[in-house]
């Protein structure tokens, strides 16, 4: 252990120029530390001697006028060194002599080390230190038992005082404006005004910063730690591949060895039938041509014996043969083709057998070489950031060596998954392209934030998962014009839904509030006409609460009214001025955390009350234009449409301004007078705007999604401003206040 931690130590004090260790080491005022000569072979070799370039930094340091001498001794690096030097001698790789011992040249073995001291002694010097009173106290042990303990034995170098080198006393200031260890003259001297203090107190801070400076080194060591785990264990599973693999070959062609074999004898067996049979029949053709010859010979012999007898008295004419002779050659043999190699891009090593070589020979396995597959490196393409609910989405999947480079090769273990913010896995359809890429797909069944896993033996690619927003589709249902009985409803405005899907909505043309139920069908009518309780004169924002007290702004009568379940007035907010809790046309309105937030139109700003009526605060002056409805989001922000500015204005509840998002214009993301806005439980912002006659859609961010609706009268058109809100099953409530109606949206 101890010469690990002494090569470990070593590596730090190597001279950067001569790559050995120090040697009466100086530092710059760069703090780079080198070789008492080596800085001097480098002033040597500069064009201006009086100054040096730092090798690692390169800045320009001045030379002392006494020369390279004269520049600070390392005194950490020195001690180092003179640690390392005694336990070398402790491991026994050094000679060792007497520390104290007058006579240099004396031969007397060192028999003892003094812990305290760290010094080597001799007999005749141990005695003399173990009685002198100044160290009578030290643990002086034999160097033999030092040695066979030097696992266990904690040895350290005498300390040795940094001195100053202009004053020869010991520095013990530290001048943290200079950055440099000074003696208490040279505080007086030239560092007074400076920031300073003792060498204790400074080191003690500054090793505190030094520990934390180290926590990040900490982390590294174990991420290089976890990360060698990992490479050796990939090298493991290398070298377990491999066997694996060559043994899988061995087996496999063992097996198609011995099929080959049967294969062979049987052909060989059928060879010899068929030439058995082929000539058995040859050998009969030519028994039975024998046995003509000998016939015919017999017919010759019959003819000679004639020819004599003719010879004798008469002739007799020559016996006619005739010969056929057949050849028949029947060439045998199949050839095979030999399949060549293909090359491949991918290390992985893979084994591919020939399952049907019946009518062929051919090759029978393949090793596919290859770059590995960086997951790192590879990534998805054309991944929307956001889609609509029911969309077909289609992307790529690219795969990369670590190299950046595309993999060609096929089939490497591709899992794409859609989990949905609920929790519902959305399958996700991939095929292999054969060139290293593959083509993804799947539809967007769910509203809300989707998480796109994209892995490779099942480790995330880049950027997995991805994070895909599904918005909803909105489109107008099919439903009456008009929900109020026939020439009830005329310019409703805000619209806003309380307990068990009981909404109402403000008619400033009637001065009245008109009340439905979860069925759309109207079950009072509150107010008239007028200035008292109960009364109003343009009503245009409702609100409820969440025991189903509704509160509505009285435009006109500055102020705003109070009503329980039932439609029955209850009290209202101050009225009548532009002072702290009095309210100068209220306009939006929304309950929130018992508390009430309330767009003032004519003073520009946000009163907020207590439900019970009593003032808290005021904000928003400064930022609002005409401001009109207001909602809360599900991360407590509220939003205010800021009519005269043509944005979205956000607050904290606590009246902080955040930000705003959108611009005045007529494409898509602008904004165009908005008046009402409302959040859905997914968090996306619908606003409606009345200069474009729409609804625009946006993200929890601000990011526009799409919009729907346009100038007109027909069934999703819309006419001059109003409100909007959505009901408990989602729907979308919207106040088409110039074509006095609502209509109802969904996806």
């Known amino acids: 252990m101890a010469a690990k931690q002494m090569k470990k130590m070593t590596g730090h004090l190597a001279c950067p120029i001569c790559c050995e260790l120090y040697k009466n080491p100086k530092y710059l005022p760069c703090y780079h530390s080198y070789c008492e000569a080596c800085l001097t072979k480098l002033q040597g070799k500069s064009a201006n001697e009086s100054s040096i370039a730092c090798p690692e930094c390169r800045r320009a340091s001045v030379v002392p006028a006494g020369g390279v001498k004269d520049l600070p001794n390392n005194f950490f690096i020195n001690r180092l060194l003179d640690e390392i030097a005694l336990k070398r001698k402790v491991e026994g790789e050094e000679e060792v002599k007497c520390d104290l011992c007058v006579r240099r040249d004396s031969e007397d073995p060192v028999e003892v ?21 100044d160290y009578q106290d030290h643990n002086m042990m034999p160097l033999n038992e030092v040695q066979s303990k030097k696992e266990n034995v904690t040895v350290k170098p005498k300390a040795k005082f940094a001195l100053c080198q202009e004053h020869e006393i010991e520095l013990n200031f530290y001048c943290e404006t200079c950055e440099q260890l000074v003696c208490h003259y040279c505080i007086m001297k030239d560092h007074l ?57 061995d087996v496999y062609y063992e097996k198609v060895q011995r099929q080959l074999l049967q294969r062979l004898q049987q052909q060989k067996d059928d060879l010899k039938t068929e030439l058995h049979k082929v000539l058995g029949q040859k050998q009969k053709e030519a028994s039975l041509h024998l046995e003509k010859m000998e016939h015919s010979q017999a017919e010759l012999e019959s003819v000679k014996e004639l020819n004599s007898a003719v010879k004798r008295g008469s002739d007799q004419e020559a016996l006619l043969m005739k010969k056929q002779v057949m050849d028949n050659v029947k060439r045998l043999g199949e050839l095979y083709d030999k399949l060549g190699t293909e090359p491949v891009e991918c290390l992985a090593v893979e084994f591919e057998c020939v399952k049907d ?54 089939g490497s273990d591709i899992t794409s998954q859609a989990q949905s913010s609920r929790g519902d896995v959305i399958p996700v359809e991939t095929k292999d392209n054969k060139d290293g890429s593959y083509s993804a797909s799947f539809i967007a069944n769910h509203v809300g934030d989707l998480r ?45 839904f309380g307990k068990d899907g009981v909404w109402a909505v403000g008619d400033d043309s009637n001065h009245c509030v008109w009340m439905f139920d979860s069925q759309d069908q109207q079950i009072r009518k509150i107010g008239s006409s007028g200035n008292g309780n109960g009364q109003f004169n343009y009503p245009l924002g409702v609100a409820f609460d969440p025991d189903g007290h509704l509160y509505v702004t009285d435009y006109n009568n500055n102020r705003v009214q109070k009503f329980n379940a039932n439609g029955d007035y209850l009290l ?135 919009c729907f609706g346009s100038r007109g009268s027909a069934q999703g058109q819309f006419s001059s401003n109003g409100g909007l809100a959505i009901s408990n099953d989602g729907k979308i409530y919207i106040t088409d206040h110039g074509n006095n109606r609502i209509q109802i949206f969904s996806d």
Not at 478 to 491: A, R
Not at 606 to 613: A, D, H, L, R, W
Not at 675 to 680: A, S
């Open 113 to 133: 080390l003094c812990l305290n001291c760290s010094a080597f002694l001799c007999s005749r010097c141990t005695d003399n230190h173990k009685y002198s009173r």
């Open 452 to 496: 796109l896993s994209v892995t490779i033996n099942k480790q995330h690619i880049k950027g997995s998962p991805y994070l895909v927003n599904v918005h909803r589709n909105y489109r107008a249902m099919d439903k009456p014009n008009k929900i109020v009985d026939e020439g009830g409803l005329k310019h409703p405005r805000d619209i806003a």
């Open 357 to 410: 070589f019946d009518k062929s020979f051919p090759q029978f396995g393949k090793l596919y070489i290859g770059p590995n597959i960086s997951v790192a490196n590879s990534e998805a393409l054309n991944v929307p950031k956001m889609i609509s609910k029911v969309e077909m989405v289609n992307f790529n999947v690219v795969t990369k060596d670590r190299h950046n480079h595309i993999c060609h090769k096929e």
């Open 193 to 249: 005004q400076h920031e300073h203090d003792t060498v204790k107190k400074v080191a003690n801070k500054y090793r505190q910063q030094m520990d934390d400076m180290m926590k990040p080194v900490e982390k590294m060591i174990e991420g290089l730690s976890t990360a060698h785990n990992k490479v050796h264990g990939v090298k493991d599973e290398i070298g377990a591949k491999a066997t694996s693999v060559d043994k899988e070959i």
């Open 572 to 706: 209202q907010f101050d009225s009548g001025g532009s002072g702290h809790g009095k309210l100068n046309h209220p306009l939006g309105i929304v309950v929130h955390n018992g508390r009430v937030y309330i767009t003032e139109c004519a003073s520009n700003r946000i009163s907020v009350f207590q439900c019970g009526g009593q003032f808290c605060k005021i904000f928003g002056s400064g930022h609002l234009s005409n401001p009109y409805h207001i909602t809360v989001t599900n991360n407590d922000q509220l939003l205010v449409a800021n009519y005269g500015h043509h944005c979205i204005s956000i607050f904290t509840l606590d009246g902080a301004y955040v930000g705003k998002f959108g611009e005045q214009g007529t494409g898509r993301g602008k904004l165009n007078s908005p008046t009402g806005i409302t959040t859905d439980k997914y968090g996306f912002i619908l606003v409606l705007e009345c200069g474009n006659c729409r609804v625009s859609v946006f993200d929890k961010d601000g990011v526009f999604v799409h």
